[in-house]
């Protein structure tokens, strides 16, 4: 079991026995003790850690258990004053409990050489620095065991290298490696993100070592480790875990649930509507590449008169073709309301990137720089792109960076802020269509412009 969740157990362990036992029995003790871990966890306290010593997290802890209590105390005013009274309890146990583990912990590693296997990327002399630093500290729990690299091994390098980058996904499955440490990436950056995105989604700590630290120009943060005064950074994977990608289903599942019950009748009109003013079905069906390269049925109510070029069209602007009814649902976004039923499927998100049709995601997977791997995450009706202006015939470089960004910084929080500026972003666009959207930029790569006889995106 990795260390931050062993940790996780421990603290909920000391937090109920000083709740239970010494502070409160009861509801009380029960709020008490569920805030506190909950503050803990959206504080970042269990994140994987290099080394873990409780001198440098003591502030973050204190910080934590004292926010704990004023939400509760806050909230429950009778017993205020007893539960400040209390907060030097539940700190002392929680900080021996972790004193306690902690201890244990660098002991059975540096002792039994029980470690987690980790190969280094770049067999440089900062590689080679970062190597000795983690073979000199066994109680951190990581042994490095070879690096990843092109270029020969150092004539005075502590380990041998294993293979290059084209063969990173299999040397990780055959030796069994739990952490990725990115020392010196060197002229192959690109090509290092893309691999080390795919070894994140196989339950792989990856850290990078900042390529200044030695002139002094050290990153800081919560996300900052160090060992033998060199700093690590923790590469987040926030929507990558399994109890993440869960939360995100059952809040994708629970809203569009919701927003089904609540636009059912608007649903009816529109679709009785579309049904008497054009021959045709009510609904348009497109082939659309979700999650993981997976085909799927993007469900829409139909705008346009039928044809058979939707497939291989980028888009069409002929106000000729489109179904008396059918400028208004696009401007205001109503023809996308039937994706609640792909979200109630699970084909897709209410948040992510869009999904694109079959042949332009092959051009495009061929011509941008990561663009496949926005595939990491489930396919959303809005994003992080589409809130910024980029949709339609604007770049799609562009798109791509804001949908990785976006998968990279995943929250829930993130999801109900995307979600809030869209609602927003549609009010603009249906009474103030005019009006520049924030963050809108003009078309800059022309590598990928569509050609002229096409059109612009309907996603």
């Known amino acids: 079991m990795r260390p931050s969740r062993i940790i996780a157990l421990v603290d909920a362990g000391t937090v109920a026995i000083a709740t239970m036992v010494f502070i409160r029995p009861g509801p009380l ?72 583990v ?21 067999a440089s002399e900062r590689g080679c620095l970062v190597a000795g630093a983690l073979l000199g500290n066994r109680g951190c729990g990581i042994a490095p065991v070879g690096f990843v690299d092109h270029n020969e091994a150092l004539d005075d390098s502590p380990l041998p290298i294993v293979g290059d980058l084209n063969q990173l996904d299999d040397t990780v499955e055959r030796m069994g490696i739990k952490h990725l440490i990115v020392a010196d990436p060197g002229e192959t950056e690109g090509a290092v993100c893309t691999r080390l995105w795919h070894c994140q989604a196989r339950d792989i700590d990856v850290w990078t070592v900042p390529t200044l630290f ?19 950074q923790h590469c987040r994977r926030p929507g990558q ?5 869960l939360v995100k289903r059952a809040f994708d599942f629970s809203v569009a649930a919701l927003m089904l019950i609540l636009t059912a009748p608007l649903l009816a009109i529109v679709a009785l509507v579309v049904r008497c003013t054009s021959p045709g079905p009510v609904f348009f069906r497109q082939k659309r590449i979700g999650q993981n390269g997976r085909e799927f049925s993007l469900l829409k109510f139909r705008t346009m008169r039928v044809n058979s070029d939707s497939d291989t069209m980028w888009s069409v602007t002929d106000e000729q073709r489109m179904t008396p009814i059918g400028q208004l649902l696009r401007r205001t976004s109503i023809d996308e309301l039937p ?12 948040v992510g990137p869009r999904p694109e049709r079959p042949h332009f995601h092959e051009n495009f997977s061929a011509t941008i720089d990561h663009y496949s791997d926005r595939l990491r995450a489930p396919v959303g009706i809005t994003g992080w792109a589409q809130i910024h202006g980029l949709r339609g015939d604007t770049s799609i470089a562009d798109r791509t960076r804001f949908d990785n960004f976006y998968i990279e910084h995943w929250s829930l929080w993130f999801d109900v802020v995307i979600m809030v500026r869209t609602i927003s ?23 990928v412009r569509i050609p002229a006889n096409v059109g612009g995106n309907q996603s």
């Not at 875990?241 to 990608?245: D, E, K, N, Q």
């Open 102 to 122: 902690y201890r244990i912990w660098r002991s059975a590693r540096a002792r039994s050489g029980v470690q987690e296997s980790a190969l280094i990327i770049g």
């Open 425 to 447: 972003a549609i009010v603009q666009w249906v009474f103030v269509p005019d009006a520049p959207c924030a963050g809108a930029k003009p078309r800059i790569d022309p590598v």
């Open 339 to 350: 994706q609640v039923f792909n979200v109630l499927r699970g084909d897709m998100s209410l």
């Open 214 to 232: 030695e002139r002094g120009a050290d990153p800081c943060g919560l996300a900052t480790d160090d060992l033998w005064a060199i700093p690590f």
């Open 29 to 100: 003790g029960i709020a008490y003790g569920a805030t506190t871990l909950i503050v803990m966890w959206a504080s970042g306290a269990y994140r994987p850690r290099i080394f873990y010593r409780l001198s440098t997290q003591l502030p973050s802890l204190l910080a934590q258990l004292m926010v704990s209590t004023l939400v509760v105390a806050a909230l429950v005013n009778r017993h205020r004053l007893p539960l400040l009274e209390y907060l030097p309890i539940t700190a002392g146990t929680v900080i021996l409990g972790r004193l306690v």
């Open 241 to 245: 875990y399994t109890g993440a990608r």
